[in-house]
């Protein structure tokens, strides 16, 4: 056993070469424990992730741990990569700042009706046909230009909404989380800005990290699993990265506001401003819950119309349209689930925020034909390098939970300052058999795959964790940048 | 360099996923400006573009309150109206508070890596730290 000194007056105490505790101290309420290898230990003193696991900690209602998953990184109030679940029956509180603002932000992959080889020649102009018919960027301009009562559709059904509207195909809803409609929708509880930030954005990129990428199905570790889902070595796949654009973004700050006003009348104090909280059986933690319902169904709604203009393309470019959703999961989330504590079935408030639901073989909310298998679980890795696609595994750690992405390690700035430019960028991820078009070549850096963690080692990490096990993983040969 | 160059001013300091902006001036109006700026070039490289619109907020609230909510102002105009501030000014008027943006259409300008989503009240900071000198610290999440 080592101990390691965290240098906020907290020691990380080693219980596995891939498991570290933050002991209860001050006001914590449970234990933190970090998911990592030395490797990917988060550097104490540039980055607080640890300090925020400890104040998550505190939250009202915390059961079990305060959990960092792998690709943890440096937050605000919630690391990135943070989970944590509160217990609904005993005073546990829902925070807008353990989902984030890009609420529902997820990943979701559509596996095409072919092979590297048919598509090879015919790569560069599927690219550019991405590339022009993929909304992208800041601000306004979407797939679908919507009025206010369809809006109101798009934030109660989800993609249920555009499914029946000919977008898309029932398979589309069975292989989504919450089979593309997460219920308790209360638009009432979405305000006019959010409403007006979202209207011209239904079907959007947006920019960032955002991305669509086209892979390539590299390599099968698990051949009984990745039949399950769909897949087969050579296979010509599409992941999508994407979530509520500026409407989850306006919910999670007209919120976090609620929360501080109400925070006083909860007697609740919390050692982080963005860990603004109500409990989840109070007013404002219906409110949020309501509104946040409403943002995850235009996150899935936005990926849908996505996949929708990616068939189009592929229609065109290969005559193929025929490309079959694998799964779509959010990494940014709060929801109510039920799991085993202390011997006991217990309501939960589940926060992910940078992390993944994963649940394991058996859990009752998967389409029965992955139920043998356990969840997808969708896991990128940054522009140029791997993506991976996991599983699920028993018992199910950290409230069924794995990570959601290789995690950042270096600031934008940062990465903008040590790369040699876009167009080198663009160049040699080409020369190494990628097919780039950014948004914007001076900013391409920023998602530089030196600016993020080794995904390797994520994975690697995840399966000692007993987090997610690895089923296929996925090589880019074309990306299109938000 | 002058003393008046000196006295006000803003920096986008480096956060792993985020942007940090810092800010300060002689006044608080000053030093709410200067962090108004500090978001616009971290969105956008304004050029030669000059002014179309021009649109009023009024700001209640404490100090922070006032800081995010005309950071959220500048974020929602962005993506609400394809609008980008090429010049603000922060005053009293009429027993309140208001700030006055003059904008341009988005197209009009440069734009800069990610965009804004939002404002976090972690670690944000915004006092006088001496008579005459303002400064604030707030994180913007990209």
Redesign the interface.
Known sequence: MSLQDTGRGHHLVEDSPVRWRLEPRGSMRVPGVVFASQQLLPDVHDDQSLEQVANVATLPGITGASYAMPDVHWGYGFPIGGVAATDVDAGGVVSPGGVGFDISCGVRLLAAPLDEDELSGRLPALMDLLAATIPRGMGRGGVWRVTAVQLDRILTEGAVYPVSEGYGEPGDLQRCEDAGQLLGADPAQVGDRARRRGLGQVGSLGSGNHFLEVQVVDEIFDAETAAAFGLHPGQVCVMIHCGSRGLGHQICSDHVRVMREAMPRHGITVPDAQLACAPVDSPEGRGYLGALAAAANFARVNRQLLTEATRDAFERETGHRELRLVYDVSHNLAKLETHDVDGRRARLCVHRKGATRAFPPGAADLPEDLRTVGQPVLLPGSMGTASYVMAGVAPGEAFASTAHGAGRKMSRHEAKRRGQGGANLRDELGASGVEVRAGSLRDLPEEAPYAYKDVEEVVRVCELAGLSRRVARMRPIGVVKG | MTAAFLERGHA?R??????ILEAWGPTREACLEEAVLALVDS?ASLGEAGWSWHHRVELTGSDEESLVALL?EV??L???D?AVPVRVRVRTHGGGEVADFWLTD?SRVT?????P????????TFREEEPGRWRCMV?V??
């Open positions: 986008i480096s956060h792993t996923a985020d942007e969105i959220e974020i929602y962005l993506e609400a394809n988005r734009s800069l890596g990610a965009a989503k939002g404002v976090a009240y972690s670690q944000l994180t999440d990209v």
